[in-house]
């Protein structure tokens, strides 16, 4: 009897462009011989912040500290400084001609970004030094681009987040651990790049509004 292997995967992808840039926050705090790891991987670093002389000729560009403003996800983070009430976009130390960053390196003891499941491309070294798997995710993601899934599927015909201006369920919002999801003029937005696909929205959303993007079995089966 012959047997039949099924690979089920999302429909759709996004597309992480990452290259070899990599914004460090807290350099002073990481151990001995990371930086230089990291350069070995072909990390292009620069330290917000003052790191320790040993390490210092690892960075190319050292920045006077932390910045005050951080977003987006692998291959697409924008860091911002204040200085006199104005915003800089630090992304001009970055050698991409997008001025974004592909990596944020974050030593410090307390995680910058709140949500609990943290941006792609995001790795915390609280003790200053990699783990296992952090050395997995740097190594799972090469230069180049790099597809991630779009798990879910949103239909805002069926929402009860919001009708005529009257702010109603919340549950998705309230439960994404990644902050994937946004409230937008009374439709839930899908920011597909922070969506590690936990499928919590999903199973918390009563009317069906939000669900998985995988084909079913019997449409595999069916097109087979």
Same mark, same amino acid.
């Given at each position: 009897?012959?047997?039949?292997?099924?690979?089920?995967?999302?429909?759709?992808?996004?597309?992480?462009?990452?290259?070899?840039?990599?914004?460090?926050?807290?350099?002073?705090?990481?151990?001995?011989?990371? /930086?230089?790891?990291?350069?070995?991987?072909?990390?292009?670093?620069?330290?917000?912040?003052?790191?320790?002389?040993?390490?210092?000729?690892?960075?190319?560009?050292?920045?006077?500290?932390?910045?005050?403003?951080?977003?987006?996800?692998?291959?697409?983070?924008? /860091?911002?400084?204040?200085?006199?009430?104005?915003?800089?976009?630090?992304?001009?130390?970055?050698?991409?001609?997008?001025?974004?960053?592909?990596?944020?390196?974050?030593?410090?003891?307390?995680?910058?970004? /709140?949500?609990?499941?943290?941006?792609?491309?995001?790795?915390?070294?609280?003790?200053?030094?990699?783990?296992?798997?952090?050395?997995?995710?740097?190594?799972?993601? /090469?230069?180049?681009?790099?597809?991630?899934?779009?798990?879910?599927?949103?239909?805002?015909?069926?929402?009860?987040?919001?009708?005529?201006?009257?702010?109603?369920?919340?549950? +998705?919002?309230?439960? +994404?651990?990644?902050?994937?999801?946004?409230?937008?003029?009374?439709?839930?937005?899908?920011?597909?790049?922070?969506?590690?696909? +936990?499928?919590?929205?999903?199973?918390?959303?009563?009317?069906?509004?939000?669900?998985?993007?995988?084909?079913?079995?019997?449409?595999?089966?069916?097109? +087979?």
């Amino acid at each position: 009897m012959s047997r039949i292997e099924l690979a089920l995967s999302p429909r759709n992808h996004v597309t992480f462009n990452a290259q070899h840039q990599a914004l460090v926050l807290s350099p002073d705090r990481l151990a001995p011989g990371v /930086a230089e790891a990291l350069r070995g991987r072909g990390l292009r670093l620069v330290a917000a912040g003052r790191p320790s002389e040993a390490d210092r000729g690892w960075f190319a560009e050292v920045l006077p500290r932390r910045p005050d403003r951080l977003t987006g996800w692998l291959g697409h983070f924008q /860091a911002w400084l204040s200085v006199q009430g104005e915003e800089e976009d630090l992304g001009v130390f970055s050698a991409r001609k997008d001025n974004v960053w592909d990596w944020v390196i974050d030593a410090s003891e307390a995680r910058w970004f /709140a949500e609990e499941v943290a941006p792609p491309g995001y790795l915390h070294l609280p003790g200053g030094d990699l783990t296992d798997e952090l050395e997995r995710q740097l190594a799972g993601a /090469a230069d180049g681009d790099i597809r991630h899934p779009v798990y879910i599927q949103y239909r805002a015909e069926r929402c009860a987040h919001s009708s005529k201006g009257v702010e109603g369920c919340s549950l +998705c919002l309230e439960g +994404c651990p990644a902050g994937a999801l946004r409230s937008e003029n009374g439709v839930i937005g899908v920011q597909a790049e922070l969506c590690h696909g +936990c499928g919590l929205c999903a199973s918390r959303c009563p009317t069906g509004a939000i669900r998985y993007d995988y084909p079913s079995l019997n449409g595999v089966l069916t097109a +087979c």
